[in-house]
């Protein structure tokens, strides 16, 4: 979902009472309509068996979620970014498969999602399934295999469904991914795989704000890929600090799950019952309940939307609180409307948008590799990335507001290094950085811009 998140030098508790004070968040202007969600689009969550990892039984698989038909002869493989999984994409391959008829979007699960105890959401009260500790934790003393899922796992792995998608060749693929998932989808285009390039069996590349070679730059946050780095942080992997927990600084909770249970919460509740006096908002930390009632949709908003401080990796441009009512609603007035928020968030419950246990050795490996050329640390790592400069297949770069420029600047870079015949590229800088994955289809440029790649290619 987001590269790393950033934290904010913003008192939460005092920019919720803004917020609820009167100060709203402005309409955005509107696009006209080009796009409608595709009704009755064939949707399926399916297994696909890969390499033996060393974890707890069933793990050794991956999951993809199908959007549209089976028939089709184009499939669109995305890979989401950091904490993220397939749910990320479930509403944009719908606004795509609508749009460019012969068409699959395959949104990829890694293996860690098989970790996760989700079974709560399969209840009448998740909540206190969840937040009275009834649910399975992984415990990082316990989980040394974790310790090894890196990059080389991951793409693995990936080549699996790559495979898979195109169907004895029958298909061609089309490889993407958001955020460090775009990162992964340029690692496996250079990747070795036993002598023959990760590109070799792809048709294009689609990258949604990310990539290579810098392409994070823009956000202020430098990548920790020296010599001096990498060894610290894997002796601190050898030691026990097998997950990543960045995502504990938005101050749900210490536990490497911790923020993502109470996100898929927030959406569970607000798909449900929206308009309802939030459930979960008495149990939140005191610096970020809101002080005065809300709904269930409104503490969704809370929690996403960049009215309240949150940074942009991690925030869309949604709405803002209802000004008056004994129970403050939500008002939609962006371009990502808290219900299609709540939908994904929601999940069924798999597949979900939130990855529980983001293993740091991913972390290590995403970070070395976006030098995106073959170095002696690259090899220590076993990362195989040798065949960058011979990347020939067409490029799709999209961009936000999340990296200032630095997506598009990377990126052609990487095609002036290349033999990459074409690309194409496009910004919205009235996005943050997960608005793409939910925007409102007609208001969502990628949306609009996407289609006309695919359907392009020759």
């Not at 009448?124 to 890196?150: E, I, K, Q, V």
């Not at 990747?191 to 202020?220: C, E, K, T």
Request: net charge negative.
């Amino acid at each position: 979902m987001t590269k790393r998140f950033m934290t904010t030098g913003l008192s939460r508790r005092s920019v919720l009472a803004a917020a609820l004070g009167g100060i709203a968040v402005p309409a955005l202007a509107t696009r006209p309509a080009t796009a409608a969600l595709a009704v009755g689009t064939a949707e399926s969550y399916v297994p696909i068996a890969v390499g033996a990892g060393g974890g707890p039984a069933g793990s050794d698989r991956v999951h993809v979620l199908k959007v549209g038909p089976d028939t089709a002869h184009t499939v669109l493989v995305l890979v989401p970014g950091m904490f993220g999984a397939a749910n990320d994409f479930r509403l944009l391959a719908r606004d795509l498969v609508a749009q460019v008829p012969g068409v699959q979007v395959w949104a990829f699960d890694r293996r860690e999602e098989s970790l996760a105890d989700r079974t709560g959401f399969t209840t009448t009260d998740p909540a206190a399934y969840y937040l009275d500790g009834h649910y399975r934790s992984l415990d990082p003393a316990t989980s040394a295999f974790a310790g090894h899922w890196g990059l080389a796992r991951t793409l693995c792995d990936l080549r699996a469904v790559v495979l898979a998608a195109a169907g004895g060749g029958r298909r061609r693929v089309v490889l993407g991914g958001h955020s460090w998932g775009a990162t992964t989808a340029m690692a496996y285009a250079a990747w070795d795989f036993d002598g023959s390039p990760g590109y070799d069996q792809l048709s294009a590349l689609v990258l949604m704000d990310g990539g290579v070679r810098g392409a994070f730059a823009g956000n202020g946050e430098p990548v920790e890929d020296s010599p001096e780095q990498v060894r610290e942080r894997l002796a601190a992997i050898d030691g026990g600090a097998v997950f990543d927990l960045s995502l504990s600084a938005v101050g749900l909770g210490s536990r490497a799950e911790s923020t993502q249970i109470w996100y898929q919460l927030a959406g569970w509740y607000a798909h449900r019952d929206p308009d309802g006096p939030s459930v979960l908002q008495p149990r939140m930390p005191d610096a970020l309940r809101p002080p005065v009632p809300v709904t269930n949709a409104a503490l969704l908003g809370v929690l996403v939307d960049s009215g309240f401080g949150w940074p942009n990796d991690i925030s869309v441009h949604s709405g803002h609180l209802a000004v008056s009512g004994d129970v403050r609603g939500w008002v939609d007035t962006g371009i990502t409307p808290i219900s299609r928020v709540a939908t994904a968030y929601a999940g069924g419950p798999e597949p979900a948008v939130w990855e529980w246990y983001w293993p740091a050795r991913l972390s290590v490996d995403l970070d070395v590799a976006d030098a995106y050329t073959d170095t002696d640390l690259t090899r220590s790592l076993g990362l195989r990335l040798f065949h960058s400069g011979g990347l020939d297949v067409p490029l799709f770069v999209f961009q936000t507001s999340y990296a200032q420029g630095t997506i598009e600047s990377a990126a052609r870079e990487v095609v002036a290094s290349s033999r990459i015949p074409y690309a194409a590229y496009e910004t919205d800088n009235g996005m943050n950085h997960l608005d793409p994955l939910f925007a409102a289809p007609e208001r969502n440029t990628l949306t609009t811009s996407l289609p006309s790649f695919i359907t392009g290619l020759r």
